[in-house]
């Protein structure tokens, strides 16, 4: 796993950080997954079945969507939503530029081209009036649908994007992979465009205990659709209605997804917690930048992520600390190689890889460890690193 992946899986030199997410995860629930990991194993069905099945029920019912259906990962979900519309070859689909790759590597196995939109310097999500300039813009003939991503757990401007998507008659789409828990006026995201893609990779807010994904509609033709491109196009074994592929949720993975799922409220209420202790005590810092949250908004904390103008400094003064932190993202998609490593100018984009920072973040942080945060970050400036 690369390192910069995510930030629970660097090493740590400090009592504070002796047991890291998804370790502790996995701890806190060992009895309840192994319970779920013998119950499947003596089943003698291991995908798509009663597991996933349960679980795709437990989770519409804690989204507040119709349907859910499980797939193999959250790059898989955004392609099988994407061809389920179909939306491929010839078309465009707009990401926002700082956001994770995979999010464009969806799109691009789907056969659709991405095309990248500026975000909100403040809450790092796709910029309304940017996506209005792109879809105005030359560039954006042939734009089919826009993916809408709540980066680090914070719900976008989804009022804004909503208007400006129907003003041009595209879709609009969610990205959840990091944003299970958190909520746009009450609504629960991945309810609120026509499909949305979740991922529970092991360090997410809801992990599995390997790759696995979702996706949540209230379309039913088009959950419909996904079932059978998941599974080669099948409506009867063996006899495909599309090119379809494999991209199943298999039942161990399920079945842990179903032991963390009762869990998840509480999770984020201790990841909102941390977050108000470093919000208190950041205060007024002259350091770095807190995150913002919009009005309206419930932010998921996947990631505590803050701004700095010396941040590579303070990143290094950091780890010297044994503070586990990192850089998510350190190159905005637009200027990546994979998708055309373009010179078009996303100031927003640029400045936020440029200057973000992720701090520890996981709900079995003690407030403790937030102080020791704090006290590091005091002598960076004391120190004039």
């Known amino acids: 796993m690369p390192v910069m992946d995510e930030i629970e899986d660097m090493p740590s030199t400090t009592n504070h950080w ?11 629930h060992e009895a309840a997954l192994t319970h779920a990991m013998q119950r499947v194993c003596a089943s003698g069905s291991y995908i798509l079945g009663a ?30 939503i994407l061809r389920a519309l179909d939306i491929g070859e010839g078309s465009k689909v707009v990401v926002p530029s700082f956001a994770p790759s ?27 009036e940017s996506l209005e300039d792109l879809l105005r813009s030359p560039r954006g003939r042939g734009v089919k649908a826009a993916v809408v991503v709540h980066l680090y757990g914070h719900p976008a401007s989804w009022e804004s994007l909503q208007r400006v998507a129907d003003a041009h008659g595209i879709e609009l789409l969610e990205d959840c992979a990091q944003a299970h828990g958190a909520l746009w006026q009450g609504r629960a995201v991945g309810t609120l465009g026509r499909a949305a893609a979740f991922s529970f990779y092991p360090t997410k807010n809801l992990a599995a205990l390997g790759d696995a ?14 079932c059978l491109i998941r599974q080669y196009g ?3 074994r063996n006899i495909s209605l599309y090119a379809g592929v494999n991209s199943r949720l298999d039942e161990l993975q399920a079945a842990v997804l179903r032991v963390k799922l009762g869990a998840l409220n509480e999770s984020i209420l201790k990841r909102r917690r941390l977050a108000a202790a470093y919000d208190a005590l950041l205060l007024g810092s002259r350091v770095v930048q807190a995150p913002v949250v919009r009005g ?3 932010h998921a904390y996947h990631q505590y992520v803050v701004r700095c103008e010396r941040r590579d400094a303070l990143m290094q003064h950091l780890q010297r600390a044994g503070i ?7 190159v905005p998609l637009h200027r990546q190689r994979a998708f055309g490593g373009g010179n078009e100018i996303l100031l927003e984009s640029d400045r936020a890889a440029a ?31």
């Open 18 to 28: 002796a047991l890291l997410y998804p370790q502790a995860d996995q701890r806190h």
């Open 213 to 226: 994904g979702a996706v949540a509609t209230n379309d039913a033709a088009l959950a419909e659709r996904v």
């Open 324 to 330: 586990p932190v990192a850089v998510l993202y350190p």
């Open 234 to 236: 099948w409506k009867e």
């Open 296 to 298: 309206g908004c419930e």
């Open 51 to 80: 597991e996933v099945e349960a679980f795709e029920t437990e989770f519409a019912a804690f989204l507040g969507v119709n349907q859910v259906k499980g797939v193999a990962n959250g790059t898989d979900a955004i392609e099988l």
């Open 355 to 385: 200057a973000v920072l992720s701090l520890p973040m996981h709900p079995y942080l003690s407030e403790d460890a937030v102080r020791v945060v704090f006290e590091a970050l005091e002598n960076f400036k004391n120190e004039g690193s």
């Open 102 to 128: 995979a999010v464009a590597a969806g799109v691009a196995r789907s056969g659709a081209e991405p095309v990248f939109a500026d975000i909100e310097p403040g809450t790092f999500t796709l910029c309304p």
